[in-house]
Each structure stands twice: as C-alpha cells, then as structure tokens.
C-alpha cells in the first residue's frame, strides 16, 4: 500500500497571515487529475461507516477540512488505515482500492475532489465483486 500510483498522502500550502489561513488547490499541479467533480460529507452519526466502496477509474483526493475522520484502504491484500485530521493534507486514492470512511469527530466535514462524473457503473459495492474485479487486472 506504499506504491505512490494507489494511495498518497499530499501536503497542501498554506498561505495566511494574522487574519487566518487559506489553501488554494489547482487541478494538474496540487490535485494530481483533472476536477471533475467536488462534494463534502458532514453530519456523520457516531458508529456510522460511509464509502465501502471502489471505483474501477475514478480517481479522488479527501481533505478533512473540519475535524477529523479516519479511511481504510484496501488493496485487495493489505489493508492501512490513514487519520485525515488538518485542512492542509489530502489523500490521494486511485482506482481499484476499497475504501471505507469512519470514525467523525463531531462537525467533521470531509472534501471529494473526483477526477469524473458521477457515474454509478463505476462504483464497486461489494467487496467479493472488488476482490474479482482487482484480480482480473
């Protein structure tokens, strides 16, 4: 789960002053894709696990903008947990890893930049139909 291609944690920089901080993030140069689409989840219950899932192309980067949260990644053979707690790291997930989303802190808000469109056919959500689909590669 160390090659760069699957998983990577990115750090962002962050410009401020006495006035606060600001983050500025451009597709191709801080984001490693094109942006195709951004969404956030927030208001996750305790004991609540979101994502389970893999896509077969889509790539994307998290950011806890608020709070904290923790992701499991899942290649197919090893598995790691990553704890995503400041606004100025990202973590960048390729296709083909399972991933789950779980332990919010209260007011966590947690940021998706995708490289696509939402597209249902390219989600997994099994994990058997994952372990077939990763074998197949």
Known sequence: MTDNKTIKLLDFKIHGDNRGGLIALEENKDIPFNIKRIYYIFDTKNNVIRGKHA???????????????????????????????????????????????????????????????????????????FLKFIHKK
């Open 55 to 129: 896509h077969k192309s889509l790539e994307q980067v998290l950011i806890c903008v608020h709070g904290e949260c923790k992701i499991l990644l899942d290649n197919g053979t090893k598995r790691k947990t990553v704890t995503l707690d400041k606004p100025d790291k990202g973590l960048y997930i390729s296709n083909a890893i399972w991933r789950e989303m779980f332990d919010f802190t209260n007011g966590a808000v947690l940021l998706v930049l995708a490289s696509k469109l939402y597209d249902e056919s390219d989600y997994i959500r099994q994990y058997d139909e």
